[in-house]
Protein backbone atom coordinates (compact mmCIF):
# COMPACT_ATOMS: atom_id res chain seq x y z
CA UNK A 1 0.00 0.00 0.00
CA UNK A 2 1.35 3.57 -0.92
CA UNK A 3 2.51 5.89 2.33
CA UNK A 4 0.62 8.11 3.66
CA UNK A 5 1.14 11.04 6.01
CA UNK A 6 -0.69 9.57 8.92
CA UNK A 7 -1.17 5.69 8.19
CA UNK A 8 -0.62 3.06 10.59
CA UNK A 9 0.18 -0.66 10.47
CA UNK A 10 0.02 -4.41 12.80
CA UNK A 11 3.09 -6.41 12.64
CA UNK A 12 1.62 -8.53 9.15
CA UNK A 13 1.13 -5.22 7.10
CA UNK A 14 2.91 -2.03 5.68
CA UNK A 15 5.83 -1.27 7.60
CA UNK A 16 5.23 -3.75 10.39
CA UNK A 17 5.69 -6.49 7.76
CA UNK A 18 9.55 -5.25 6.86
CA UNK A 19 9.96 -5.85 10.52
CA UNK A 20 8.79 -9.53 10.04
CA UNK A 21 11.41 -9.17 7.19
CA UNK A 22 14.47 -8.28 8.73
CA UNK A 23 13.74 -10.99 12.23
CA UNK A 24 13.72 -13.93 9.41
CA UNK A 25 17.15 -12.71 8.32
CA UNK A 26 18.40 -12.88 11.72
CA UNK A 27 16.77 -16.15 12.37
CA UNK A 28 18.61 -17.14 9.25
CA UNK A 29 21.81 -15.86 10.11
CA UNK A 30 21.12 -17.36 14.11
CA UNK A 31 20.61 -20.77 12.38
CA UNK A 32 23.66 -20.89 9.87
CA UNK A 33 26.95 -22.77 10.43
CA UNK A 34 29.14 -20.07 11.78
CA UNK A 35 26.82 -17.03 12.83
CA UNK A 36 27.83 -14.08 13.33
CA UNK A 37 24.90 -12.65 15.51
CA UNK A 38 22.91 -14.91 17.70
CA UNK A 39 19.10 -13.75 18.41
CA UNK A 40 17.21 -16.95 19.57
CA UNK A 41 14.00 -15.00 19.67
CA UNK A 42 13.86 -13.79 16.07
CA UNK A 43 12.36 -17.45 14.86
CA UNK A 44 9.94 -17.41 17.48
CA UNK A 45 8.95 -14.19 16.65
CA UNK A 46 8.40 -14.80 12.95
CA UNK A 47 7.25 -18.58 13.57
CA UNK A 48 3.69 -17.56 14.78
CA UNK A 49 0.49 -18.67 12.61
CA UNK A 50 -0.89 -14.82 12.12
CA UNK A 51 2.17 -14.40 9.97
CA UNK A 52 2.21 -17.23 7.72
CA UNK A 53 1.05 -14.79 4.87
CA UNK A 54 4.25 -12.54 5.80
CA UNK A 55 6.54 -15.30 5.44
CA UNK A 56 5.45 -16.21 2.26
CA UNK A 57 5.71 -13.10 0.67
CA UNK A 58 8.82 -12.17 1.89
CA UNK A 59 9.90 -15.90 0.26
CA UNK A 60 8.21 -14.83 -2.95
CA UNK A 61 10.30 -11.96 -2.62
CA UNK A 62 13.23 -13.66 -2.22
CA UNK A 63 13.34 -16.20 -4.47
CA UNK A 64 13.64 -15.42 -8.02
CA UNK A 65 12.21 -17.49 -11.45
CA UNK A 66 14.75 -18.52 -13.43
CA UNK A 67 13.15 -16.27 -15.98
CA UNK A 68 13.93 -13.19 -13.91
CA UNK A 69 16.57 -10.68 -14.41
CA UNK A 70 19.71 -11.51 -12.00
CA UNK A 71 20.81 -7.85 -11.73
CA UNK A 72 17.25 -6.65 -10.08
CA UNK A 73 16.09 -9.33 -8.14
CA UNK A 74 16.67 -9.95 -4.22
CA UNK A 75 19.05 -12.34 -3.00
CA UNK A 76 18.58 -13.63 0.25
CA UNK A 77 22.22 -14.29 1.18
CA UNK A 78 23.15 -10.60 0.57
CA UNK A 79 20.09 -9.93 3.15
CA UNK A 80 21.05 -12.47 5.59
CA UNK A 81 24.67 -11.06 5.12
CA UNK A 82 23.70 -7.51 5.20
CA UNK A 83 21.56 -7.83 8.68
CA UNK A 84 24.40 -9.87 10.14
CA UNK A 85 26.66 -6.87 9.94
CA UNK A 86 24.43 -4.63 10.88
CA UNK A 87 23.08 -6.38 13.81
CA UNK A 88 26.42 -6.91 14.98
CA UNK A 89 27.61 -3.38 14.54
CA UNK A 90 24.57 -1.83 16.61
CA UNK A 91 24.92 -4.63 19.73
CA UNK A 92 29.14 -3.76 19.85
CA UNK A 93 27.36 -0.21 19.92
CA UNK A 94 25.30 -1.04 22.79
CA UNK A 95 28.60 -3.04 24.60
CA UNK A 96 30.43 -0.03 24.48
CA UNK A 97 27.15 2.52 25.74
CA UNK A 98 26.67 0.25 28.91
CA UNK A 99 30.64 0.36 29.41
CA UNK A 100 30.75 3.39 29.56
CA UNK A 101 27.97 3.54 32.68
CA UNK A 102 25.00 4.66 30.37
CA UNK A 103 21.93 2.60 31.95
CA UNK A 104 19.30 4.39 29.77
CA UNK A 105 18.35 2.85 26.22
CA UNK A 106 15.94 4.12 23.47
CA UNK A 107 15.49 1.97 20.54
CA UNK A 108 13.13 3.99 18.05
CA UNK A 109 10.93 2.19 15.70
CA UNK A 110 11.91 -1.04 17.53
CA UNK A 111 9.51 -3.15 15.52
CA UNK A 112 10.85 -6.78 16.43
CA UNK A 113 14.02 -6.09 18.29
CA UNK A 114 15.13 -8.42 21.14
CA UNK A 115 17.81 -6.93 22.42
CA UNK A 116 15.74 -5.81 25.61
CA UNK A 117 15.94 -9.32 26.03
CA UNK A 118 19.21 -11.26 24.60
CA UNK A 119 21.94 -8.34 25.40
CA UNK A 120 24.23 -8.65 28.47
CA UNK A 121 22.78 -5.67 30.20
CA UNK A 122 24.11 -4.46 33.64
CA UNK A 123 22.08 -3.89 36.44
CA UNK A 124 19.74 -1.36 36.41
CA UNK A 125 19.19 -0.43 32.72
CA UNK A 126 16.47 0.95 31.58
CA UNK A 127 15.26 -0.35 27.55
CA UNK A 128 12.41 1.98 26.07
CA UNK A 129 10.86 0.63 22.85
CA UNK A 130 8.92 3.03 20.37
CA UNK A 131 6.70 1.35 18.34
CA UNK A 132 2.96 1.43 17.14
CA UNK A 133 0.84 -0.32 19.84
CA UNK A 134 -0.08 -3.36 17.86
CA UNK A 135 3.28 -3.91 17.19
CA UNK A 136 5.20 -3.94 20.45
CA UNK A 137 2.09 -5.52 21.35
CA UNK A 138 2.82 -8.52 19.54
CA UNK A 139 6.11 -8.61 20.36
CA UNK A 140 5.77 -8.60 24.10
CA UNK A 141 2.65 -11.15 23.80
CA UNK A 142 4.45 -13.99 21.65
CA UNK A 143 7.95 -13.62 23.43
CA UNK A 144 5.84 -14.23 26.77
CA UNK A 145 4.28 -16.95 25.85
CA UNK A 146 7.59 -18.49 25.15
CA UNK A 147 9.12 -17.52 28.47
CA UNK A 148 11.07 -14.85 27.42
CA UNK A 149 12.18 -12.78 29.92
CA UNK A 150 13.82 -9.34 29.54
CA UNK A 151 17.35 -8.97 31.09
CA UNK A 152 16.55 -5.22 31.47
CA UNK A 153 13.95 -3.08 32.58
CA UNK A 154 11.91 -2.70 29.50
CA UNK A 155 9.28 -0.18 28.81
CA UNK A 156 7.11 0.07 25.53
CA UNK A 157 6.21 3.34 24.46
CA UNK A 158 3.61 2.69 22.07
CA UNK A 159 3.83 6.14 20.06
CA UNK A 160 4.12 6.54 16.38
CA UNK A 161 7.19 8.57 15.69
CA UNK A 162 5.39 11.26 13.72
CA UNK A 163 3.42 12.58 16.59
CA UNK A 164 4.89 13.25 20.28
CA UNK A 165 7.20 10.97 21.26
CA UNK A 166 9.17 12.80 23.68
CA UNK A 167 5.89 13.09 25.63
CA UNK A 168 5.13 9.76 25.61
CA UNK A 169 8.81 8.78 26.12
CA UNK A 170 8.92 11.29 29.61
CA UNK A 171 5.47 9.36 30.33
CA UNK A 172 6.69 6.27 30.60
CA UNK A 173 9.89 7.25 32.72
CA UNK A 174 12.45 8.45 30.51
CA UNK A 175 14.97 10.82 32.48
CA UNK A 176 16.70 13.81 30.50
CA UNK A 177 19.09 14.18 33.40
CA UNK A 178 20.68 10.84 32.59
CA UNK A 179 22.86 10.03 29.47
CA UNK A 180 21.14 7.89 26.75
CA UNK A 181 22.11 5.64 24.30
CA UNK A 182 19.52 6.29 21.31
CA UNK A 183 19.56 3.56 18.05
CA UNK A 184 17.70 4.47 14.95
CA UNK A 185 18.28 0.87 12.84
CA UNK A 186 16.12 0.29 10.00
CA UNK A 187 14.12 3.60 10.54
CA UNK A 188 14.95 6.50 8.18
CA UNK A 189 13.34 5.80 4.88
CA UNK A 190 10.33 5.33 6.80
CA UNK A 191 9.68 8.23 8.17
CA UNK A 192 8.92 11.26 5.85
CA UNK A 193 11.74 14.41 5.96
CA UNK A 194 10.47 16.40 8.23
CA UNK A 195 9.70 14.11 10.69
CA UNK A 196 13.66 13.00 10.78
CA UNK A 197 14.79 16.43 10.82
CA UNK A 198 12.36 16.87 13.79
CA UNK A 199 13.16 13.14 15.47
CA UNK A 200 16.82 14.52 15.22
CA UNK A 201 15.96 17.77 16.95
CA UNK A 202 14.10 15.57 19.88
CA UNK A 203 16.77 13.80 20.30
CA UNK A 204 19.07 16.81 20.81
CA UNK A 205 17.01 18.29 23.25
CA UNK A 206 16.61 15.20 25.12
CA UNK A 207 20.12 13.70 25.33
CA UNK A 208 22.06 14.71 28.68
CA UNK A 209 25.95 15.38 27.94
CA UNK A 210 27.58 12.00 27.65
CA UNK A 211 24.86 10.58 25.79
CA UNK A 212 24.96 8.72 22.76
CA UNK A 213 23.49 7.97 19.04
CA UNK A 214 23.76 5.44 16.49
CA UNK A 215 22.08 5.97 13.27
CA UNK A 216 22.11 4.20 10.13
CA UNK A 217 21.95 6.10 6.79
CA UNK A 218 20.72 4.92 3.63
CA UNK A 219 23.17 5.59 0.76
CA UNK A 220 20.70 6.04 -2.11
CA UNK A 221 21.41 7.69 -5.58
CA UNK A 222 18.16 8.96 -7.02
CA UNK A 223 19.11 8.33 -10.66
CA UNK A 224 19.74 4.53 -9.80
CA UNK A 225 17.03 4.41 -7.33
CA UNK A 226 14.72 5.40 -10.62
CA UNK A 227 16.48 2.94 -12.61
CA UNK A 228 15.89 -0.26 -10.48
CA UNK A 229 12.14 1.37 -9.76
CA UNK A 230 11.73 0.71 -13.29
CA UNK A 231 13.30 -2.41 -13.66
CA UNK A 232 11.36 -3.60 -10.51
CA UNK A 233 8.19 -2.74 -12.41
CA UNK A 234 9.29 -4.79 -15.35
CA UNK A 235 9.78 -7.57 -12.99
CA UNK A 236 7.03 -7.21 -11.21
CA UNK A 237 4.92 -7.23 -14.43
CA UNK A 238 6.66 -10.53 -15.39
CA UNK A 239 5.60 -12.30 -12.12
CA UNK A 240 1.80 -11.47 -11.73
CA UNK A 241 1.75 -12.72 -15.17
CA UNK A 242 2.90 -15.92 -13.56
CA UNK A 243 0.91 -15.65 -11.16
CA UNK A 244 3.51 -15.00 -8.55
CA UNK A 245 2.55 -13.18 -5.29
CA UNK A 246 4.46 -9.79 -6.02
CA UNK A 247 2.59 -7.75 -2.76
CA UNK A 248 6.01 -7.40 -0.72
CA UNK A 249 8.36 -4.56 -1.32
CA UNK A 250 9.69 -2.87 1.12
CA UNK A 251 10.58 -0.20 -1.18
CA UNK A 252 7.21 0.79 -1.69
CA UNK A 253 6.69 1.62 1.89
CA UNK A 254 9.67 4.56 1.69
CA UNK A 255 9.15 8.44 1.46
CA UNK A 256 11.06 9.85 -0.89
CA UNK A 257 10.88 13.28 -0.10
CA UNK A 258 13.90 15.72 0.33
CA UNK A 259 15.49 17.12 2.35
CA UNK A 260 16.35 14.88 4.75
CA UNK A 261 19.28 16.05 7.06
CA UNK A 262 22.57 13.58 7.29
CA UNK A 263 22.96 12.13 10.79
CA UNK A 264 26.49 13.11 11.07
CA UNK A 265 26.32 16.43 9.73
CA UNK A 266 23.49 17.17 11.50
CA UNK A 267 24.78 15.80 14.57
CA UNK A 268 28.17 17.37 13.80
CA UNK A 269 26.85 21.06 13.83
CA UNK A 270 24.88 20.58 16.77
CA UNK A 271 28.22 20.30 19.12
CA UNK A 272 28.45 15.78 19.05
CA UNK A 273 31.45 14.09 18.04
CA UNK A 274 30.57 11.62 14.97
CA UNK A 275 31.85 8.92 13.59
CA UNK A 276 30.75 7.45 9.93
CA UNK A 277 31.41 3.62 9.38
CA UNK A 278 30.96 2.54 5.82
CA UNK A 279 28.58 -0.67 5.97
CA UNK A 280 31.09 -2.32 2.93
CA UNK A 281 34.08 -1.62 4.58
CA UNK A 282 32.56 -3.35 8.03
CA UNK A 283 31.25 -6.36 5.75
CA UNK A 284 34.69 -6.83 4.39
CA UNK A 285 36.25 -6.52 7.97
CA UNK A 286 33.79 -9.29 9.49
CA UNK A 287 34.43 -11.87 6.21
CA UNK A 288 31.05 -10.75 4.85
CA UNK A 289 31.97 -9.75 1.56
CA UNK A 290 28.56 -8.40 -0.54
CA UNK A 291 28.02 -11.63 -2.90
CA UNK A 292 27.91 -9.04 -5.88
CA UNK A 293 30.14 -5.47 -6.46
CA UNK A 294 26.94 -4.95 -8.46
CA UNK A 295 25.39 -4.93 -4.97
CA UNK A 296 26.91 -3.65 -2.25
CA UNK A 297 26.19 -2.56 0.74
CA UNK A 298 26.25 1.16 0.34
CA UNK A 299 24.51 1.89 3.74
CA UNK A 300 26.76 3.44 6.40
CA UNK A 301 26.25 3.63 10.43
CA UNK A 302 27.08 6.51 12.16
CA UNK A 303 28.16 6.90 15.93
CA UNK A 304 27.71 10.21 17.83
CA UNK A 305 28.25 10.75 21.38
CA UNK A 306 27.04 14.63 23.21
CA UNK A 307 30.22 16.34 24.87
Known amino acids: MPRAVDDSWDIATSVGATAV ?7 AETASTDPLIRD ?3 EVLVSTPELEGVREQVA ?3 APDDDDDADFTVDSRHMIDYQAVRTHFFDGYFAEATAAEIRQVVILAAGLDSRAYRLDWPAGTVVYEI ?3 KVLDYKAETLTAHGAIPVADRRPVPV ?3 HDWPKALRDAGFDGTRPTAWLAEGLLPFLPAAAQE ?3 GSIEALSA ?3 RLAVEMFGVDQAKRREAEQRWQQLRAKREARGQDTSFNPFDLWFDDDGRPEAAHWFGAHGWSTRTVNAREEALRLGRAPQSEGRPFTNSFVTATKP
Not at 21 to 27: D, F, G, N, T, Y
Request: charged share 20%; aromatic share 16%; net charge negative.
Open 21 to 27: MVALARA
Open 198 to 200: AMF
Open 131 to 133: DLP
Open 209 to 211: PGS
Open 160 to 162: DLR
Open 60 to 62: AWW
Open 40 to 42: EFA
